[in-house]
């Protein structure tokens, strides 16, 4: 028996994954070395009393991953590394890591065969009202079932994105000139939106809980806002989770000064039995938000959107209507045909785990600057002394690497001394570990002093 090779798990997922996986840990750690044949597959199934097909499969697996290359009659081989074109490691792009042990080409393709099977193609390439159709605000209130409850789907609105959701909110219920509110680090794409609308975001203190009542109250009282921005579960990029009593004093002060919240919620799903919504303690006060982007994938470009009134929902599609006329039809009915048959739900599961498997790795890598919180698809690093946030950011891009310093999220004047990285743009494990280490040896470090180059 190859000395790589555990003992195939009994519950421990495909036999040919887990052949997979060992072949890839066994490179990552030295076990194999590139040019080691491996056993012909007839051997290695024997071997493991299994069949034939299951070896190929491992074998076709590991290629994918570009851990073998085959060499006709003298066998396979375990590959020298690819060489990458870009050697930049991104750990700047806060997307859903892949899920281990899904096939995300082969779920694309059931997905879409089922669309096309069950809908009208000339009625997916055409112009559509706009909010989604009936079934896709049935699928997003299965969607959201965990987070509310049953929920009646009139009141949600299909849209192309958070982004275009954040933007229509801007837009249906604050005046030109208008001031919002949010934390002093918060979401660029808000920023982003409100100043090409001609609205002020204003900083509002928070501590470890997030927003802090006490100076929502204040901050309303001095500039009556159009609307409050809230991204209350792992925060990004903060990763801070609002605890339930915050959550409704904050909707207490909504109430009592008739300002709007949007609810920004793209975490909810991933975190570890996260509080209830705001929108459940103001409901007729919340704008909520939720996105498929960061717990499923962006090409999907849908988002849900609960509003309670009937009248504000209208005011909010004609805002959206403005400059995105529609979800797309085709990907809104993938979204939707993965949700009713289960393959979001597992999709999101694998994430989930594969999220939580590197956010360890990263705790153990990082161990003296991690600042997560074991959930979600981001870290807050807060720098030791000797670095500032921006100064870190240009040396890791010199080195390879690409994060994001704190100026990128600040809403005031005052900026923290932190990086954001993020744990899922980077496909393989093994180039994340390599690229969360060099960052640690780079922390450690002090900055070297600036010279011009001469050559």
Known sequence: MPTWLPRLA???????????????????DGSLSPGDRLPPQRRLAAQLDVDLTTITRA???????????????????????????SSVLDLSMNTPPPPHGVDFDDLLKQGLAQVLMRADGALL???????????????????????????????????????????????ALTAPGAVILAEPVSYPGLCAAATQ????????????????????????????????????????????????????ELAAIARRYDVRIVEDDPYWLLADAAPPPIA?????????????????????????????????????????????????????????????????GSLMAGVRSEARLRQRMARDILAGYYGGTGDGLHVWLALPAHWNAEQLAHAADSEGIAVTPAQAFATGSEVVN??????????????????????????????????????
């Open 197 to 248: 609308f001609g609205r002020h975001v204003v900083a509002v203190q928070a501590d470890e809980h997030g927003m802090v009542p006490a100076m929502l109250e204040r901050a309303c009282r001095r500039h009556r806002p159009g609307l409050v921005y809230l991204n209350p579960t792992l925060q990004n990029p903060t990763t801070v989770t609002m605890p339930a009593h915050r959550r409704q």
């Open 280 to 344: 459940t303690f103001a409901p007729e006060r919340v704008v909520y938000i939720s996105t498929l982007s960061k717990c499923l994938t962006p090409g999907l470009r849908v988002a849900f959107v609960l509003i309670r009134d009937a009248h504000e929902r209208e005011r909010f599609l004609d805002a959206l209507r403005s400059f995105a006329l529609m979800a797309a039809p085709l990907t809104a009915l993938l979204a939707t045909q993965w949700i009713l048959d289960g393959s979001a």
């Open 10 to 28: 009994v519950h421990g997922g495909p036999r040919f994954l887990q052949i997979a996986d060992a072949l890839q840990a066994a490179v990552a």
């Open 59 to 85: 074998y076709d697996e590991a290629r994918r991953r570009n851990l073998l290359e085959g060499r006709g009659a003298r066998g396979t081989y375990v590959a020298a590394p690819k060489a990458e074109l």
């Open 125 to 171: 390439m055409t112009y559509h009202a706009g909010g989604g159709s009936d079934a896709d605000r049935q699928a997003g209130a299965r969607w959201l079932e965990p987070v509310f409850g049953p929920l009646d789907a009139r009141q949600l609105v299909v849209c192309p994105g958070a982004q275009a959701a954040i933007a229509a909110s801007i837009l």
């Open 418 to 455: 932190a990086i954001r990285i993020s744990l899922g743009s980077i496909q393989d494990r093994v180039r994340l570990q390599a690229g969360l280490r060099r960052l640690s040896d780079l922390l450690a470090r002090r900055p070297a002093s600036s010279s011009a180059a001469v050559v």
